[in-house]
Structures are given as structure tokens and as C-alpha cells.
């Protein structure tokens, strides 16, 4: 029997949220993209916010012709971030919710309430050849909502798993986790999942056998400015291996 492989996306927004602390030239995102595929990583993913706190549009359009493995680009579900993707066409947009006020993102995109707004846009994207996924809470409707919608995959936030406050929490959110991931696959959805994950929670996610993807940012980029992107992503890449 082969191992499970699931695949690391590798979140760079915080390399850029240091560029701009400083509105500096460096550290440059595009570079840092490169070193995590030297490193391993199976994707780069960058959320393009409205108010590009971190990532910038030049970013974006650059990473678009440097990363070799594929480019997941996290956006709003607006005109003007559409518009923007079909003409950088990453290979993946990624609908997420987003609040100006919020530090990170704070919760999943509810596919219910949004779908009339969501539907002729997952269309667009996806007449503009992309492949669209769902940023989703652990919620089963979101999954068959997802389905209707003819979003290619979800991605569901595990923030209630990471942020769980024993050990009880934990499980209950892991058990949600799962659940939701096992239907997304029945109903033919590819299952991602990520938020919060670090090199000491991320093992249970990752042998999770109907999730194909964990997408991890801040964990990998706090290890990366101590010792390195290429080792940060290397040793993120051994942690989920090692739990598959």
C-alpha cells in the first residue's frame, strides 16, 4: 500500500506584509515563491486584497510567470478581482470573504447566503479557463452548495481545529473536518483544507484521506525568516509526510 500524498501549498502573503511594513523593495514574494518549490512546495498561493495590505498586483502578474508548479491566487468574489484574474489567469482562484477590519481571514465564505452573487462569477472565472475553489467553514451544506454552485474544489478552514482550546475541542473540529472533506469527495469536489495550520498540528490534516491539499502561510514563513524558506518547507513537507 503507497503512502498518501497530499500536497502543500505555501502561503507567501507574509513574506510581502514585511516588504510593506517598510515599503521596501524586499523581501520580494516572487523570490521567496521560487525557494519554496526548490524547497518542495506543490503550489504557491497569495491572497490579492482590495486594500493590498501585503501582495501587490505586480506580484501577482510576476508569480503568474516564474511559478512552475501552480499558482493559487485567494481573492474576493468582486468585478474588480475578477477582472483581474482572467487577465493574470492563475490556475486557481480561490473565493474567499474579506473584511478591510479583519487581521487575517476570520471565517469561511458562506456559499449559501452568497450564492446569487457567487454563481455568475464562479462561471466567469471559469469560462476564463480557471479553476475555481470555495473557501468554506467545516459545514455540510457548504459542501452540496459548493456542488451546486459547479465549483471545481473547497478549501475548508480548519481555524476551529487550530485554534481549539483542549484537547476535546480539537477532536470535535477534526471530526467536522472530516466530515465535511468525505462528503466534498462523494460529491466529486476536490478537498482542500487550511487556516492556522503549524508544523505541530498539521499531521492530523494531513492524513485525513479525502483531503488532496493543505494550503499553510504563516507557520512556514515565521520558520523561513529563522532558518531559510527552502528548509522551512522541506521540514513542513516531512511533518505531513510523516503522518501520512
Do not use: C, W
Request: aromatic residues 2%.
Amino acid at each position: 500500500m503507497t503512502a498518501k500524498h497530499t500536497r502543500l501549498g505555501v502561503n507567501i502573503d507574509h513574506i510581502a506584509t514585511i516588504r510593506q511594513a517598510r515599503r521596501a523593495k524586499e523581501p520580494d514574494p516572487v523570490h521567496a515563491a521560487i525557494l519554496a518549490e526548490l524547497g518542495g512546495a506543490d503550489g504557491i498561493t497569495v491572497h490579492l486584497r482590495a486594500d493590498r495590505r501585503h501582495i501587490q498586483d505586480r506580484d501577482v502578474e510576476i508569480l503568474r510567470q516564474v511559478v512552475k508548479t501552480r499558482l493559487n491566487v485567494e481573492l474576493a468574489a468582486t468585478q474588480e478581482m475578477v477582472r483581474i484574474a482572467l487577465t493574470v489567469k492563475p490556475d486557481q482562484v480561490t473565493l474567499v470573504p474579506e473584511r478591510r477590519e479583519e487581521i487575517t481571514t476570520e471565517g469561511g465564505l458562506d456559499a449559501i447566503l452568497n450564492s446569487t452573487q457567487l454563481k455568475p462569477i464562479v462561471k466567469m472565472l471559469q469560462e476564463g479557463g480557471i479553476r475555481v475553489a470555495l473557501f468554506v467553514d467545516a459545514d455540510l451544506e457548504q459542501m452540496r452548495e459548493a456542488q451546486k454552485l459547479n465549483a471545481e474544489a473547497v478549501e475548508i478552514n480548519t481555524a476551529a481545529y487550530a485554534d481549539a482550546a483542549n484537547d476535546r475541542a480539537r477532536a470535535t473540529a477534526l471530526r467536522s473536518v472530516t466530515e465535511a472533506a468525505r462528503l466534498g469527495r462523494k460529491l466529486n469536489l476536490g478537498v482542500h483544507a487550511g487556516h492556522g495550520l503549524t508544523y505541530q498540528n498539521v499531521g492530523k490534516l494531513a492524513a485525513v484521506e479525502e483531503i488532496s491539499e493543505l494550503n499553510i502561510g504563516h507557520s512556514i514563513v515565521a520558520r523561513a525568516a529563522l532558518v531559510g524558506m527552502e528548509r522551512a518547507v522541506r521540514e513542513m513537507k516531512a511533518a505531513m509526510e510523516a503522518a501520512a
